[in-house]
């Protein structure tokens, strides 16, 4: 199992369709767990996916449309219900506190959530750990709407056959890597010299938004991005009018940005039965990248990483 991977619980913007729940995602980063946008049924969508509430560490909410947080009554019922010890950290758009607090106490459950809430009222870093920091952005969408990223810092990768011949083992190498130098054999040995730079890996989540500038910087550069789909080009109107994304215009951003990886997602339900292959080759046009179109219960590792 990677220790990086996007578990898809859910791809229906608007209404469930019989092939697609309400949205959801699942991001397993090393030790954390992201869960971002739970829409209805995420709860039995976990379970068919192996997802606990346990492993559930940070909850990601972009904005207040039901397709992206009715799932929260449940899920946060589900961590009290398991009693999770661990701290949760909750993040979503500010403006949203009171519908946060509605859907906490949808029904009546002893509240012993180990769960903050960190609503997001000014935009940049929102949280930072030794492993990665995450970021928050605001799209343009009919409500007040953040897009979130996920950027590890960059690092070094020792080289052992450059550490073996200036004679640097053992405790030695943990010592050059906190001190960028040391003493081997009589000679100063330095951190670059037997190290490379191993850029960090990223992973941004762009849901319902109009393109907009904020789309193409949480994109820059990622390894993964998750973006909505929502319409084809031939509902390009449909998706202005509603603060939308065609998935052509997914692709423009993966494309411009310089994505490795392109997750489509949030399909209207209207290319249900029609299919959505073409919003597959329309993204794939635009972007000439890899681009997956998420199914549910999908498990999208997120790719090697680029050196
Ligand atoms: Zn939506």
Known sequence: MSNRELVVLGTAS????RARNHN?????????????????????????????????????????????CLGLPGVLQRIALDRV?????????????????????AAIF???????????????????????????????????????????????????????????AGPDIGRLQREGQLEADGHRVLLDEVSELRRGQSFAF???????????????????????????EADAALASDYGHLTAGQAGRIAAEAGARLLVLTHFSQRYEDSGSEVLLQEAVSAFGGEVVLAGDLDRIPVPRRAR
């Open 14 to 17: 608007q209404a469930p369709t």
């Open 24 to 68: 959801g995602y699942f991001l397993r980063w090393d030790g954390e767990g992201l869960l971002f946008d739970p829409g209805e049924g995420t709860q039995r969508q976990m379970l068919f996916a192996g997802v606990t509430a346990s492993q559930i560490t940070r909850i990601c909410v972009t904005h207040f449309h039901g397709d992206h």
């Open 85 to 105: 010890e661990h701290p949760v950290q909750g993040y979503y758009p500010a403006e949203g506190r009171e519908m946060f607090w509605r859907l906490r106490h």
């Open 110 to 168: 002893h509240d012993t959530l180990p769960l903050t809430e960190r609503p997001v009222d000014a935009y940049g870093v929102i949280a930072a750990t030794p492993g990665f920091r995450l970021e928050a952005r605001a799209l343009s969408h009919r409500v007040p709407t953040v897009g979130y990223r996920l950027t590890e810092p960059d690092g070094r990768r020792m080289l052992p056959d450059r550490l073996a011949a200036l004679g640097v």
């Open 206 to 232: 762009i849901m319902d938004t109009r393109l907009c500038d904020a789309a193409f910087e949480l994109a820059q550069g990622t390894d993964m991005v998750v973006c909505e789909s929502t319409f084809a």
